[in-house]
């Protein structure tokens, strides 16, 4: 019963290759999130959908591109992957943007 | 522009001491202001929030926090620190206009030796 889980936990890659990361809440929630946080742990935000239309899109590369299928899923697709993809991806969902988010335990992705 | 500051990296507490982390913030008009804790390998987790009322706020783990809107200040407290509290702790804040986003502060490590 997890209320924001991801796929897969750990993401080892290659330069170059594409990748994704599958996010599902079982919460009922309508905003979703999509975060990068970095070997600092500083956590940035980098997509927001609500109710599958996407709401924020920070300064993040085009090699980035998030898919909302229905309101309980929010994946991420990554393109060409670069050295400094290397980070922990977290998604996270809230009732609506005013609300405590619910994070799920993140995507640790290297690339080699 | 938003922007959320703390100023410490570690903060360090025996075991039963009270225990403070600060947290500023600037936002145009009123703030609405989180504090979350991340425990290793895992992600954030919601302790309290302030969006309007009282400016004591009571969340989880007998963690409070003090709103102060002329320091703009959000700083989290807790009486008597345990072991169990040692974390990373995230201020973040939003606007209260619908065009704003959150931000989160760089984290602050805190460490209850026994």
């Known amino acids: 019963d997890t209320a924001v889980s991801q796929t897969p936990k750990y993401l080892v890659t290659q330069m170059g290759n594409d990748k994704s990361i599958k996010c599902e809440q079982n919460?009922?929630?309508?905003?979703m999130y999509w975060y990068k946080q970095d070997s600092k742990k500083f956590l940035k935000i980098m997509f927001s959908?609500?109710?599958?239309?996407?709401?924020i899109n920070e300064t993040v590369p085009n090699r980035f591109s998030p898919k909302s299928p229905d309101k309980a899923h929010l994946n991420l697709h990554i393109n060409s992957l670069e050295l400094g993809d290397s980070a922990v991806y977290f998604c996270?969902?809230?009732?609506?943007?005013?609300?405590?988010?619910?994070f799920g335990d993140g995507t640790r992705l290297s690339i080699l | 522009a938003q922007s959320v500051a703390q100023p410490e990296d570690q903060v360090n507490v025996a075991e039963g001491n009270p225990l403070t982390v600060k947290c500023t913030y600037s936002?145009?008009?009123?703030?609405?202001l989180f504090w979350y804790v991340q425990y290793p390998n895992r992600g954030l987790q919601f302790l309290l929030k302030?969006?309007?009322?009282?400016?004591l706020v009571k969340g989880s783990y007998g963690f409070e926090a003090e709103f102060n809107k002329s320091q703009t200040s959000f700083h989290l407290k807790k009486p008597s620190a345990l072991v169990s509290d040692s974390a990373l702790y995230f201020c973040?804040?939003?606007?209260?206009?619908?065009?704003?986003?959150?931000?989160f502060g760089s984290g602050t490590r805190l460490s209850i030796r026994p």
């Open positions: 996270a969902s809230s009732r609506d943007s005013n609300q405590p988010q619910h």
């Open positions: 919460l009922g929630h309508d905003t």
């Open positions: 959908y609500n109710n599958k239309e996407l709401i």
């Open positions: 936002v145009s008009g009123n703030p609405y």
């Open positions: 302030y969006i309007t009322g009282d400016n």
């Open positions: 973040a804040v939003r606007g209260s206009s619908s065009a704003s986003k959150i931000i």
